[in-house]
Structures are given as C-alpha cells and as structure tokens.
Nanobody, 114 residues
Framework: QVQPVESGGGLVQPGGSLRLSCTVP????????VDWYRQAPGKQRELVAR???????NYADSVKGRFTISRDNAKNTMYLQMNSLKPEDTAVYYC????????WGQGTQVTVSS
C-alpha cells in the first residue's frame, strides 16, 4: 500500500523543539502541494501547515510563528520544524499531498509534557 512515511516525533518538554520529516512516494512530488495534519486524542484531524508546489506556505493560527514547513523536491521529502512547543501540540502528526492524497500513513507521535 502506497502511503507517506512520517518520522521525527517524540517526547519533548514545553518550550522545546522537534523536526518532523515525511517522505511522500510517487513521481512528480514537486507538482503537488504537501500538508501536515495532526490529530489529538478525541479530536478530528486538522490541517496544521501547507506548502504549495510554488513554495507558498500557510499555517493554522494556532501554530503561526512557531512552526515552519519546508520541502526538498529532490528527496520527495517535506519537513515541519516545530519550536516553542506547547502541551496542546500533543498529537499524532501526518503528512500527505494535495490534491490526490494517498491513504494515510502511520503518523508520528508528538508529546509535549513536563
């Protein structure tokens, strides 16, 4: 089953940083926008950040100024640099392309706790 592969999650204290990575399969990675989503326990999956094929970025209000999305088209890989992490950032983080998203991957768990 073809799906993205996320990595880089872990346990971090409030105020700390993590860098997530995601490899998206398939050809023409550079032609797609790519997104980071997250799903906290008991909540719906929400869009956190997007980077278009032209490099334009958009962020959810809750992460603006703290998270940075980027991509490396040569490696079919995208990143999410997360700084000043808060307990409310705790969630499973997923990535996907847009449009024509793949089936969801396993995600990577981010836990922000002291």
């Amino acid at each position: 089953q073809v799906q993205p592969v996320e990595s880089g999650g872990g346990l971090v204290q409030p105020g700390g940083s993590l860098r997530l990575s995601c490899t998206v399969p398939g050809r023409l990675f550079s032609a797609y926008a790519v997104d980071w989503y997250r799903q906290a326990p008991g909540k719906q999956r929400e869009l956190v950040a997007r980077i278009t094929n032209g490099g334009i970025t958009n962020y959810a209000d809750s992460v603006k100024g703290r998270f940075t999305i980027s991509r490396d088209n040569a490696k079919n890989t995208m990143y999410l640099q997360m700084n000043s992490l808060k307990p409310e950032d705790t969630a499973v983080y997923y990535c996907n392309r847009s449009p024509e998203p793949y089936n969801w991957g396993q995600g990577t768990q981010v836990t922000v706790s002291s």
